[in-house]
C-alpha cells in the first residue's frame, strides 16, 4: 500500500516535470531586423567569440543583426580564377611553411588563395586558413593611406595620432610580378604626421618571403636625427603606442611563420559588418602629392582606371562607425560602435599560439570567414593565459568599375584591452582620411635613405 502510494506520488511528480519542461518558454533565435543587447544577450552566447557575449550583457555593446549572404563576396574573375588554378599547387611543411609542390621549397610570387579547398580535418589547415586570409588583402599593387590611431578611456575620446603609409607588395599583384631584388612579399614606410610629437617618426619593414627569416624593421629617429635597426619582435606592441599592435591590423598581420597556427573549428558565429554594408567603389581620380615619387607605367593593370590615374577611395559621414562617446546619452562602453551590424557567417576559428618566447601574447583566437577569408574578431591572450584584448575589425569589398579589380579593404578596427580599461580604432573613414591604390612605387622607394627623408 505504501509503495503504491509512493508509486502515484512519483508519477504525478515525473508528469508535473514533464509538463513544466514541455511548456517552458524557449529562447527564440536571433534573426535580421533584430537588435542584440543585454535583454537578449543570453541567445547570442553560442554565436560569439569567449567575452564578447559578456559585454553585451553588461550593457556595453548593442548590434542590429542583419543578413549577409555568400554571394555577397563578389571577388574579381581573376582572383577567383587565380585561386581555382591553385588547387595542389601548394603544402604545408611540418613547420607551418608554405611550400611549392614542385620546387619543394617556399614560393617567391603567388597570386589568388593558395588553397582553395581547405579540409577541416587536415591537421594543417589552421596554417591554410591563414595564408589564404593573407592574400584576400594581396590583389592589388601598391597603396597610400591617410588615416588614424584614436584611443578611448570610459569617461569619453582620449586623443589620436594621424599617419600615413606607404606600401608595396609583391605577391598577389593584379599587374604580376615586379622586381624584387630583396625577395620580399612586402615592404612599406608608416610616418607620423600629426600631432608634432610624431612628426618625423617613422619606420621601414621588409616582409621576406624567406620563412624562416624575420622581417627587417628600421626606424628613424628624430631626436638624433638617426635611423636605428629595430627587433622583429616589437611588431606585438601598440603602434605609437596605443592599444593595437601591428600584428594585430586585420585580426593577424604578422608573419604567419612567427606562430603555431591550430584549426579549433568551423561554426556559425556573430560577426560585425560595416554600417552601410561591403560594397565599396573605388573611384579614378588625380593622385594626391606626395613626398616620394611613383612611375605609374610599372602598373601595367588596374582595373579600368585610366593611366595616370588612381583607384581612390573617400568616405561619406554616412558611412562612418559613431563611438559611443560621440553620441549623447549613450549608455553603452564610450569606445564602442553605436552602429554596429552583426551578421551570421560560417567562420573558421584558428588559434595561433607564439614561436618567439619574448612575444608580447601568449595565445590568439581568430575568427575568420570561411567563404571570404575576412577575419572579424581576435581574442588575445597573456603569457599566462589570461584575457587580455579583444580585437573588433569591419572591411569592405573595394572594387574597381566592371568589378575587374577587387580587394579586402580595411574599413574600421577596434582594440579593447580589459585590463587598462581603454581601446583603440584603427579609423581610415572619418574627415578627410583616405586610400590611393596602383600608384606606381618603384622598389627604390623603400629606402633608409627615403625613411630619413620622410623625418623632421
Known amino acids: 500500500m505504501q509503495w503504491s502510494r509512493l508509486t502515484r506520488w512519483s508519477v504525478a511528480l515525473l508528469a508535473t516535470a514533464s509538463m513544466a519542461i514541455s511548456t517552458a518558454p ?49 571577388y574579381s574573375k581573376k582572383f577567383k580564377s587565380g585561386s581555382e588554378a591553385n588547387a595542389g599547387k601548394y603544402y604545408v611543411t611540418d613547420d607551418g611553411y608554405m611550400y611549392e609542390t614542385a620546387s619543394k621549397t617556399w614560393p617567391h610570387f603567388w597570386y589568388g588563395f593558395p588553397f582553395p579547398n581547405v579540409d577541416e580535418k587536415d591537421p594543417k589547415a589552421g596554417s591554410m586558413v591563414m595564408y589564404n586570409h ?45 622586381d624584387n631584388p630583396d625577395d620580399t612579399y612586402l615592404k612599406n614606410i608608416i610616418f607620423g604626421v600629426a600631432p608634432y610629437d610624431v612628426v618625423g617618426v617613422s619606420t621601414l619593414e621588409w616582409w621576406h618571403t624567406d620563412p624562416a627569416t624575420w622581417q627587417s624593421i628600421w626606424a628613424f629617429v628624430p631626436t638624433i636625427r638617426r635611423v636605428r635597426r629595430l627587433t622583429a619582435s616589437n611588431s606585438s606592441e ?30 556559425d558565429i556573430l560577426v560585425p559588418i560595416a554600417p552601410t554594408g561591403i560594397e565599396k567603389a573605388m573611384v579614378a581620380g588625380e593622385p594626391a602629392p606626395k613626398k616620394l615619387a611613383t612611375t605609374p607605367s610599372m602598373i601595367t593593370a588596374k ?46 576559428i584558428v588559434e ?24 572579424y574578431w581576435a581574442t588575445l591572450y597573456d603569457r599566462a593565459g589570461e584575457y587580455w584584448k579583444t580585437l573588433l575589425w569591419e572591411d ?26 581603454r581601446a583603440s580604432f584603427f579609423d581610415v573613414q572619418s574627415k578627410g582620411y583616405y586610400t590611393e591604390y596602383e600608384l606606381g612605387f618603384p622598389d627604390s622607394t623603400y629606402t633608409t635613405g627615403n625613411l630619413s627623408a620622410m623625418g623632421k
Not at 159 to 175: K, M, N, Q
Not at 250 to 258: P, R, V
Not at 309 to 333: K, N
Not at 352 to 375: E, F, L, M, N
Request: contains cysteine; hydrophobic residues 40%.
Open 134 to 178: 593573407q592574400v584576400a588583402r594581396f590583389q592589388i599593387d601598391d597603396v597610400y593611406w591617410f588615416l588614424a590611431v584614436k584611443w578611448a578611456t570610459p569617461t569619453g575620446f582620449d586623443r589620436s595620432v594621424e599617419f600615413g603609409a606607404y606600401a608595396t607588395w609583391y605577391i598577389g599583384r593584379h599587374s604580376g610580378p615586379t
Open 396 to 421: 569592405k569589398m573595394a572594387y574597381t568599375p566592371g568589378r575587374d579589380m577587387t580587394v579586402r579593404h580595411p574599413f574600421w578596427g577596434m582594440s579593447e584591452d580589459v585590463r587598462q580599461n
Open 352 to 375: 595561433a599560439i607564439p614561436k618567439d618566447p619574448y612575444y608580447s601574447y601568449g595565445r590568439r583566437i581568430v575568427y575568420i570567414d570561411q567563404t571570404a577569408y575576412w577575419a
Open 303 to 348: 582595373g579600368e582606371i585610366p593611366a595616370n590615374q588612381v583607384a581612390r577611395i573617400t568616405w561619406d559621414p554616412s558611412e562612418r562607425v559613431v563611438a559611443g562617446y560621440e553620441v549623447e546619452g549613450w549608455q553603452g562602453a564610450a569606445w564602442a560602435p553605436t552602429n554596429l551590424k552583426l551578421a551570421k557567417r560560417k567562420c573558421w
Open 26 to 74: 524557449v529562447s527564440a533565435e536571433l534573426k535580421p531586423g533584430d537588435k542584440l543587447d543585454k535583454s537578449n544577450c543570453n541567445e547570442a552566447k553560442d554565436l560569439l567569440p569567449e567575452n564578447v557575449a559578456e559585454k553585451f550583457c553588461k550593457g556595453m555593446y548593442t548590434a542590429e543583426i542583419i543578413e549577409v549572404k555568400d554571394d555577397a563576396f563578389q
Open 238 to 267: 601598440g603602434m605609437f603606442g596605443s592599444i593595437i599592435a601591428r600584428d594585430d591590423a586585420y585580426g593577424w598581420a604578422g608573419k604567419i611563420q612567427y606562430m603555431n597556427w591550430k584549426l579549433i573549428g568551423l561554426k
